[in-house]
């Protein structure tokens, strides 16, 4: 323990207290300045900015301190690190858990009020800065960790064990304990999409504030048109590094767990959706009221739900509401009200503003047409917010569902996918149209017209795709015309545009990104097959079909998905593929006990040969001598046409490791009575192939050939009467025999009688037969006698997948991301061209 | 009222009664296995009986073991995947599938595990499938 470590704990809470004040008296001068517009009040608000910001990175650089000295005294240093972890871990320990996420969360708010209170210009500026010094000021509480009784405002992450567990028995008799070691970071998070999944999403949380805070401003101003210009690029930025986040999580969910997806529905993920979607929904209406000071209403309003979302989503991960529906929720750390209250606040002063002034907010003079840019822009925005709505109340059910029932559960996965499919359909076709609208004036006739090419390609695409894919679900087809058409419609835009003015691309580009993003995902979640050999397709073939029952006679309805591979025996699998397993290798390096399995793939059709290395390993957080708890780590080959993913669901080597575990358990309970010896004269057969090698009790057997008996001293109803060569060599010794068994059939008053004399090898006490002889597999069975060890068949039982198009569901992403750059770049630079010509 | 708007007021309602029918439909209650079996995917919870038989069979590629639910019924369970990582540390399960003949068969399960060390802390369900 360092000695001055506890003093840096009294600092780090000071520091932190310190921000809060002055977050506060920064709020108060802003509040004056934007009432007043008081340039004075502005610039002392900025200083008192400025210095919140300054004490909370001293306070973020104290607790890295800590966590690199391994001050496990302090709950959050032994909670989440160890003193194994690699630097780079213990750097993401410091945003890993709750508190220290808070922190960074403030700290990328603050960059981005010192970007404000640089490019923003009045009237918005001081009020813009008060909305967003406010909501800092309710993250900042939610760490600053004060005391009153019973009462705690905050968790603090430089409370000490003891303020933890103050009742825990070691900290009664010490309570200056410190840990000798971390429970450390969980297994699962070690991974580099993890490491930069955090940052990305707090920049994209603190981001998508600025726009609340111009709403709010122009609702305090009064001013309800010139908001959603600087607006603009941070909403965009925002939804960059939302999807951008979106993406890291479900890229490492698909390298990382073992359900061998992307998505799953859970309220986390939906939990980072549907601000996206909401945010997406106010860009939307931004644009088309910079363009035609349209939808001043629908902005606002988009503008104050996105945040309110992320805020929604911030408390139900954080304050444990979650716990029983989600796989990764945080553990509540007693800040449910807090988190509610801030929640509360910010949708009621929210909302509050909207309404009072709701009156006076400007309404469009005259309808738009049904064709025009405003419409179409509109209606995008209005099926964002419907699928965002369907998403939120399906991830609200632990509340919403009471309304049902009791006790709900969440709701079906199908539920989600029931909705969201003709949603997406629906709007892939709208995109079009409005791309088209955007940049030109149509009416009816002009635009079938100037579709009919378009259309033409999407329909040759689709019907390719139906053909090649044998699609027959007219749902389905429906769905990729339209997902073809969006790629198809928006291309033809997007390259029209890109020749005279490709600045503009982003939009079109978001859109097309949107189209293949929706093929991917079909392609590869209903086309998901997984790899099986024939045996194992003809036994679900039967199970589907009703015909397989159970010793109760019921029928079985469950598809087995998985397969049994034994070390060095090839099995086809799909038709496509001869796989071996060719054994594991044991490491201590990362993960002490890991298993790294390999796995050789061969095409039937020709070509290279590749490998895939899926890993078993102990979870050491969770692991203990009595038990073992198994964690794999699955490997995934990426291919442009689909990917193979695979992970090992259980192994010989990992059933053995539990024997010994469980036996170890056993004596050690019963270690005052006398263990019997094994009996060391029990037989087992085991089977050969031909020139296989097995290695068992000090021995190794190969088995080479078959021959034919000399059948003269043999009965002469011999029908079959074969040898089997076998070369036996002792390891200690390196003394070698070769033993010649005889395996006979003869048929005696209509009976066949087998024949197969042991043979024996005195000088080590062994005894041979040839009991069984299996011509289809070129395998015998051999009874061997005297082995003080019994041979265990080293085998594996993987699941293995088939994943088409994975990659063009990345694709599809890496375009809308690419689409939102363009549109960054080109909003930003239109702001900063205008800031330059004010001052 | 302008016509638009009664039809945008209907359109909405219409929406929002089938959203919720739908919603209704797709989420169903926690129960037991007495009522579990006239239910499909039947969401049971209960506790592991570790004094009674459990594995994974490699010749019906099943993982079988007996649990016990709220109501102190005791059943049998096959879940068709391996045992899920974290099963023995489970201190709730909840099963989500159908009974048939005294034999529950999940098609998936959820463990609520322990925090790692203070049994105060409230736990965390993990889906089998994904630990």
Redesign the interface.
């Known amino acids: 323990m360092l000695e001055f470590a506890p003093v840096i704990g009294i600092m780090g809470k000071l520091t932190i207290t310190l921000s809060f004040l002055f977050c506060v008296i920064s709020m108060v001068f802003y509040f004056r300045a934007a009432q007043a517009d008081n340039e004075r009040q502005l610039k002392i608000g900025n200083w008192m900015f400025g210095l919140q910001g300054l004490f909370m990175v001293i306070a973020s650089a104290l607790l890295v301190f800590l966590i690199f000295k391994h001050q496990f005294q302090f709950y959050y240093v032994f909670n989440y690190t160890s003193l194994d972890l690699a630097p780079k871990y213990l750097w993401s320990a410091f945003y890993g858990g709750q508190e220290g996420s808070f922190m960074l969360w403030i700290l990328f708010s603050w960059i981005a009020g010192i970007c404000l209170m640089k490019w923003t210009r009045a009237p918005y500026k001081a009020p813009v800065l008060f909305f967003l010094a406010l909501t800092q000021a309710f993250l900042i509480s939610m760490i600053v960790g004060w005391r009153f009784g019973d009462f705690t405002f905050g968790a603090s992450p430089f409370r000490t064990l003891a303020e933890e567990?103050p009742n825990a028995p070691f900290i009664q008799a010490n309570p200056d304990f410190m840990p000798a070691d971390g429970?450390g970071l969980n297994d699962l998070l070690k991974s580099p999409w993890m490491m930069i999944h955090p940052p990305i999403l707090f920049v994209g949380f603190a981001m998508m504030t600025i726009p609340y805070c111009f709403a709010m401003a122009a609702l305090w101003k009064r001013k309800y048109n010139e908001w959603v210009g600087p607006a603009l690029p941070w909403t965009l930025g925002a939804n960059l590094s939302l999807l951008t986040a979106i993406f890291l999580g479900g890229y490492w969910a698909y390298v990382t767990?073992?359900?061998g997806g992307f998505w799953?529905w859970d309220p986390v993920e939906n939990a980072s959706l549907v601000p996206w979607l909401i945010g997406t929904a106010g860009i939307h209406t931004m644009i088309i009221q910079r363009k035609s000071s349209v939808a001043q209403k629908s902005s606002l309003l988009f503008a104050i739900l996105a945040y309110v979302l992320i805020v929604y989503e911030t408390f139900l991960t954080r304050s444990?509401v979650l716990?029983?529906?989600?796989?990764h929720?945080f553990?509540?750390l007693g800040l449910y009200n807090q988190l509610l209250i801030f929640m509360l606040v910010v949708t009621g002063v929210g909302l509050g503003m909207f309404f009072w002034r709701y009156k006076e907010l400007p309404s469009p003079e005259k309808e738009s047409k049904i064709l025009s840019r405003e419409f179409m822009t509109f209606t995008g925005a209005v099926l964002l917010l419907?699928l965002g709505?369907?998403i939120i109340?399906?991830t609200s059910?632990p509340i919403?569902?009471l309304?049902?029932?009791?006790?709900?559960?969440?709701?079906?996965i199908?539920?989600y996918n029931?909705?969201s499919m003709p949603i997406a359909i629906i709007m892939a076709l709208f995109t079009v149209l409005g791309q088209y609208l955007f940049w030109k004036k149509y009416d009816a006739e002009t635009l079938a017209s100037a579709l009919i090419y378009p259309t033409l390609v999407t329909s040759l695409l689709t019907l390719a795709s139906v053909i090649l894919g044998g699609v027959k679900n007219p749902y389905y087809m429906l769905y990729i015309f339209a997902g073809f058409f969006a790629v198809v419609g928006n291309s033809w835009v997007m390259a029209r545009l890109a020749m005279k003015q490709p600045k503009l691309i982003g939009g079109s580009l978001t859109h097309v990104g949107f189209g293949v993003l929706l093929l991917g995902v079909l392609a590869s979640s209903v086309y998901n097959r997984p790899l099986l050999d024939a045996n194992t397709q003809n036994y679900n073939a039967a199970v589907l079909a009703g015909e397989v029952v159970d010793e109760?006679g019921?029928p079985v309805?469950?598809?087995?998905?998985?397969l049994?591979l034994k070390l060095n025996e090839p099995k086809v699998i799909n038709n496509q593929y001869l796989v071996t397993y060719e054994g594991y290798d044991l490491t201590q390096q990362n993960r002490p006990g890991q298993q790294t399995y390999r796995f050789k793939f061969e095409t039937i059709e020709g070509g290279k040969p590749f490998y895939l290395y899926p890993e078993v390993y102990p979870?050491l957080?969770?692991s203990n001598a009595q038990?073992v708890?198994?964690?794999?780590d699955p490997d995934v080959r990426t291919g442009i046409m689909s990917d193979i993913y695979l992970y090992v669901?259980?192994s010989s080597y990992i059933e053995r490791r539990n024997n010994q575990i469980e036996e170890q358990g056993t004596i050690q309970n019963v270690s005052d009575v006398d263990i019997p010896a094994q009996p060391a004269d029990s037989s087992q057969s085991i089977e050969f192939k031909r020139g296989q090698t097995i290695e068992v009790g000090g021995f190794s057997f190969n088995f080479i050939n078959f021959m034919q008996a000399d059948t003269t001293n043999l009965p002469s109803n011999t029908s079959i009467g074969i040898r089997a060569q076998i070369e036996i060599k002792h390891a200690a010794s390196g003394e070698e025999f070769l033993i010649e068994p005889l395996f006979a059939v003869f048929t005696e008053n209509e009976q066949s009688f087998v024949m197969s004399p042991p043979v024996n090898l005195p000088s080590y006490d062994l005894s041979f037969q040839f009991s069984k002889v299996n011509p289809q597999t070129d395998s015998i069975e051999l009874t061997i006698t005297g082995l003080d060890e019994t041979y265990d068949e080293e085998?594996v039982?993987i699941?293995a997948e088939k994943k088409p198009f994975i990659s063009v569901v990345w694709t599809g992403t890496f375009l809308l991301m690419g689409g939102f750059t363009v549109s960054i770049y080109r909003h930003w630079r239109r702001e900063k061209d205008k800031n330059s010509k004010t001052t | 009222m302008k016509p638009k708007l009664i039809l945008g007021i209907i359109a909405i309602v219409a929406?929002t009664s089938m959203?919720m029918i739908?919603?209704?439909n797709?989420?169903?209650?926690?129960?037991d296995f007495e009522t579990a079996s006239e239910m499909k995917?039947a969401?049971v919870p209960g506790v592991w009986d570790s004094s009674k038989d459990h594995g994974?069979s490699?010749e019906t590629?099943?993982f079988s073991f007996y649990m016990t639910d709220d109501a102190g019924e005791t059943k049998k369970v096959?879940y068709?995947?391996?045992?899920p990582?974290?099963f023995?540390?489970a201190d709730r399960l909840v099963v989500i599938g159908e009974m048939?003949?005294d034999?529950f068969?999940a098609?998936e399960m959820l463990m609520?595990?322990p925090?790692?060390?203070?049994n105060a802390?409230?736990?965390?369900?993990?889906?089998a499938?994904?630990?």
């Open positions: 567990m429970t767990l073992s359900f799953a444990g716990a029983d529906s989600s796989v929720s553990v509540d419907i709505v369907v109340l399906g059910s919403l569902g309304l049902f029932n009791e006790n709900p559960t969440p709701p079906e199908s539920f029931d909705w109760m019921f309805s469950q598809t087995v998905e998985m049994e979870m957080a969770t038990n708890n198994w964690s794999v669901a259980g085998w039982l699941v | 929406f959203l739908n919603f209704g797709s989420i169903s209650t926690y129960t995917a969401h994974f490699r590629m099943q096959v068709p995947r391996p045992k990582n974290n023995e540390e048939r003949n034999v068969y098609s609520k595990c925090s790692k060390y203070n802390d409230p736990s965390e369900y993990v889906k499938s994904e630990s």
